[in-house]
């Protein structure tokens, strides 16, 4: 059964920095791109970044771009996403997701809740 | 980047109707499309990826189809656990995007 567990959520201070860690389970996680969706809170999701199984390819929506870094240590089936200048507009419940044959994001974790906030 | 305009915004329905929901994107994307459910504190689920491939473990009551640039999930007998929100998302090209969701409530 694919798990995913996500931890670092908390509230932050503008400009302030937090690190997000994903556990994963269940599957080869070395074969698959792992993605972190957010969503703030009554409002749709949004897809922040994205990593290849090997880590070597990353990409990022250009609303975190230069301030977020996505990155994963297969060793230990772990993803994470470094968060620095953080905003007020990226409080949401950060997703780590499991990447799909289609680009879908086919298995979801609980989420971790990021508040921004003075 | 890809706009994913999606409707109705929300809809009202009785348990054994068949609604429908679209999508509409802003340029082609094939069959680069998936659907998602998602209930009140929980977290997305998906339920069609590729335009109309049906999840493992999803009712065949729900269901996909592409026409050109246009998509549509349907729910064939609408269920009192199908009531939820529902969104859309291209996995075309990054930066992968999500339509405005679709709220499905009790008449």
């Known amino acids: 059964e694919v798990q995913l567990v996500e931890s670092g959520g908390g509230v932050v201070q503008p400009g302030g920095s937090l690190r997000l860690s994903c556990a994963a389970a269940?599957?080869?996680?070395?074969?698959?791109?792992m993605h972190w969706v957010r969503q703030p809170p009554g409002k749709g999701p949004q897809w922040v970044s994205l990593?290849?199984?090997?880590?070597?390819?990353?990409y990022y929506a250009d609303s975190v771009k230069g301030r977020f870094t996505i990155s994963r240590d297969n060793s230990k089936n772990s993803l994470y996403l470094q968060m620095n200048s953080l905003r007020t507009e990226d409080t949401a419940f950060y997703y780590c997701?499991?990447?799909?044959?289609?680009?879908?994001?086919?298995?979801w974790g609980q989420g971790t809740l990021v508040t921004v906030s003075s | 980047d890809i706009q994913m305009t999606q409707s109705p915004s929300s809809l009202s329905a009785s348990v054994g109707d068949r609604i429908i929901i679209t999508c509409r994107a802003s340029?082609?994307?094939?069959?680069?499309l998936n659907w998602y459910q998602q209930k009140a504190g929980k977290a997305p689920k998906l339920l069609i990826y590729?335009?109309?491939s049906l999840q493992s473990g999803v009712p065949s009551r729900f269901s996909g189809s592409a026409s050109g640039t246009d998509f549509t999930l349907t729910i064939s007998s609408l269920q009192p656990e199908d009531f939820a929100t529902y969104y859309c998302?291209?996995?075309?090209?990054?930066?992968?995007?999500f339509g405005g969701g679709t709220k499905v409530e009790i008449k």
């Open positions: 590729a335009a109309s």
């Open positions: 998302q291209q996995s075309y090209s990054i930066p992968q995007t």
């Open positions: 340029q082609g994307i094939g069959t680069y």
């Open positions: 269940g599957f080869p996680f070395d074969e698959y791109a």
């Open positions: 990593i290849s199984g090997n880590g070597g390819t990353t």
């Open positions: 997701t499991k990447g799909g044959d289609y680009g879908d994001y086919r298995y």
